[in-house]
């Protein structure tokens, strides 16, 4: 009898197809910045969207948009919950604490006085104050571990180590997945490794599909780890997660919807209250079922 | 007889194709900013690399990678020889004065201090001073102007807007194209308007080539103007540039050779000063060469 998965491939099939995808990474270079999890809550964050390199010296590559304005913010909100967040960011995207800031702060907030000092200009110093001290308050105080990525490849095996590592927690461990994961890829072996030349003519390329991650994290990376996923396309049973967050991308700041495998929950920001955002009440819908989780685990 | 351009199509070819690409991109959303250029000397320069989206709500998109170094580096040492610089760059990439500058300057060159206030840390002391004194004064002083891109859309819709603007500097007017542009696009229309659906199987996809625009900023845009470009590939004579700036990606910090109609001229940093950079040497030479070119076409 042949084993099956629920994702319509043969087991065999698709463990192949992840040992390949591994194996035709490039090798990770920031392995050892990530430690092991220590016995207390933790949520990996992801945030940002990953990159496909065309070329092995990548010159073009394909992108997936996404700010991480999301991801940063919930960021936020779980280390008020008192979680230790994992943060795995796309360089360049949105930083926790860092929302409120212009698009280049450095040459936007700050400005060059006549005593040839430097002063934060009076309109961002809210802002910049509020960036730097919590920001570096979290990281700090052990709150806050970002590790930044900008390819799939590295997107997928740093999420791989960060998994593994997490094992351990059990029930303990959450993974909050709003990064923008590429959906295809060219395997590094089979890519150029110089410059695609620009003949005449159009210029046709062929991707082929990621394995289907998130099976693997929930079977064999961190099996008990709880896991939210923003993927609305069936990501619950397909992927075994235990909520997805759905949202349009027009009302996507104002509110979500969270499914779980019962439950179907309106989640909105409280807009007679000035700066709520949507992270706040959704962060707390999730920490109230993940403690429920929790507890029934410890049993 | 038909017309030619020295680029193998008839001209009414490249011009339908031309006018076909400008009408099929999306309307441009600063057009505003780009004001006449005043009679003095002055360079566009451009920077960093462009995008081409595969969506009209562009989810995914294929990217050009260029940091923007070179750009940002040259820019600083054109307003150093007298030029006023319109700094065409990609969001994100290299801004002048920046390049001694951490990946996030706000959290990294800044900590909190006991007494509630921001302070610069005291290693990046001199880079911070640099970044906001020189920028803040350049741009203060009319001498550079920043015009931000993120698509191969927006960017040629901008650089034929202040092509035809310095057209009337004439000799005066100089273009140092140092961006990494797309050679290939998905035309605006003929774009899914929605996210690709990732469906099973491989994705195909085409795109077509994007038409070569600098032969017609050399020809209509701003007949006069000096124009540079970093393509090594018979730009000279293909795309009557006046100078090409060929550099190999292991050396191109070091040294760089500038090619013109008659020389072919080596150029590297002073290795025996510390922190000289090649653009140095490099705009010295060009500076040079417009200057004769101004002259000349002044008589």
Redesign the interface.
């Known amino acids: 009898m042949d084993i099956t998965n629920g994702l319509g491939v043969p087991q065999e099939t698709l463990d192949a197809e992840i040992k390949s995808f591994f194996e035709s990474a490039p090798p990770l270079k920031n392995s050892d910045d990530i430690g092991n999890g220590e016995a207390r809550r933790v949520v990996c964050v992801t945030s940002g969207g990953t990159?496909v390199p065309?070329e092995q010296?990548?010159?073009?590559?394909?992108?997936?948009?996404s700010s991480g304005h999301r991801g940063a913010t919930s960021t936020e909100y779980f280390i008020k919950a008192g979680y230790a967040v994992i943060f795995l960011y796309r360089?360049?995207s949105y930083?926790p604490y860092?929302r409120s800031?212009p698009?280049?702060?450095?040459?936007e907030?700050?400005?060059?006085t006549d005593e040839s000092s430097?002063r934060?200009r009076e309109s961002h110093s809210e802002a910049?104050?509020k960036?730097?001290?919590e920001?570096?308050?979290a990281v700090a105080e052990g709150f806050l571990l970002k590790l930044p990525f900008t390819t799939i490849f590295e997107y997928l095996q740093m999420l791989q180590m960060v998994a593994t590592s997490l094992r351990s927690l059990g029930a303990h461990a959450m993974f909050y997945l709003a990064a923008?994961v590429?959906?295809?890829y060219v395997p590094w072996k089979s890519m150029a490794e110089h410059k695609i030349q620009?003949a005449?003519?159009?210029?046709?390329?062929?991707?082929?599909?990621v394995p289907k991650m998130l099976s693997v994290l929930r079977k064999d990376w961190a099996p008990m780890a709880f896991c939210i996923s923003f993927k609305a396309d069936m990501a619950l049973k397909k992927y075994k997660m235990h909520m997805v967050v759905a949202n349009e991308?027009l009302t996507r700041k104002d509110e979500v919807v969270v499914v779980t495998s019962n439950e179907k929950i309106l989640v909105h920001r409280d807009k007679t209250e000035v700066g709520d955002v949507v992270e706040n009440p959704l962060i707390r819908v999730i920490v109230e079922r993940h403690s429920a989780y929790v507890e029934k685990s410890d049993i």
Chains 1, 2 share one sequence.
Request: net charge negative.
């Open positions: 990159t065309l010296r990548c010159v073009r590559f394909i992108d997936n948009f360089r360049g930083q860092c800031l698009e280049d702060p450095l040459l907030c700050f400005e060059y430097i934060v910049v104050k960036a730097i001290s920001h570096h308050a923008a590429s959906d295809f620009s005449s003519g159009p210029l046709d390329m062929r991707l082929v599909q991308l």
